[in-house]
């Protein structure tokens, strides 16, 4: 079956500095990888997916990179802010119907003002 | 409306008590799920459902059993607890219109089983 892996999972940087998040995942039939923030004692939260047939997508200060030849894709947070600190969760799924998610184990983003 | 809602908030069982996790959605969403999750292992799919009347082993079942008689509601039954089972349990629903993957979390439910 699939298999996420996370790094780093712990990153600190100051605000306004860039952030980057990697994933990589084994099964190449997977199409769908979604990016969850997590903060503290909240529920996870959807901040930004992209599918196989797309290389990069991008939201504001936020986006995600796909290699589907090496099997890996990143989360870059540009501009930093404090209310970014939180878990960060990639996951991979083969499923565009209902998203059998396989999740990596998070990394947990501290921004210092 | 309330999104995903899930009771109780906390709970403390013995081992071997058994009880079951409530969650209910209120967006029409066909397809919904149970998390684990537990420190430094991400969250882990138990069961799903993709109907009313559906439903399918994830990654971790055992222990666990599920129903979906209704659209609204999907509650997880622990048959025995253990305490391998102390986690934080999240149930999730999604649409199953193409191009709407999101998938919409309750608040979680924090369980021990002691």
């Known amino acids: 079956g699939e298999n996420v892996e996370q790094h780093p999972s712990t990153l600190s940087v100051q605000e306004g500095d860039s952030a980057v998040i990697k994933c990589t995942y084994s099964?190449?039939?997977?199409?769908?990888f979604p990016w969850y923030k997590q903060e503290l004692g909240k529920r996870p939260q959807l901040i930004i997916d992209?599918?196989?047939?797309?290389g990069e997508k991008k939201d504001q200060r936020i986006a995600v990179t796909l290699n589907k030849t090496a099997k890996h894709f990143s989360l870059h947070i540009t501009e930093t802010q404090p209310e970014d600190s939180a878990v960060y969760f990639c996951?991979?799924?083969?499923?565009?119907?209902?998203?059998?998610?396989?999740f990596g184990t998070g990394t947990r983003l501290l921004v210092s003002p | 409306n309330a999104g995903v809602t899930q009771t109780p908030k906390f709970q403390v069982l013995k081992t071997g008590q058994s009880m079951t996790l409530q969650c209910a959605q209120d967006?029409?969403?066909?397809?919904m799920s149970w998390y684990r999750q537990d420190p430094g292992m991400g969250l882990r799919l138990i069961h799903y459902?993709?109907?009313?009347?559906?439903?399918d082993q994830g990654e971790v079942p055992n222990g666990y059993n599920v129903s979906r008689s209704t659209t609204e509601d999907f509650p997880l039954r622990l048959l025995s607890a253990a305490p391998s089972q102390t986690s934080v349990y999240f149930c999730?629903?999604?649409?199953?219109?193409?191009?709407?993957?999101?998938?919409?979390f309750g608040p979680g439910t924090r369980l021990t089983v002691l």
């Open positions: 099964d190449s039939a997977s199409n769908y």
């Open positions: 999730a629903s999604s649409p199953s219109r193409t191009g709407h993957y999101e998938q919409f």
């Open positions: 459902s993709v109907g009313a009347g559906i439903t």
């Open positions: 996951a991979a799924s083969r499923d565009l119907g209902f998203q059998k998610l396989v």
């Open positions: 992209i599918r196989s047939n797309v």
């Open positions: 967006m029409n969403h066909e397809y």
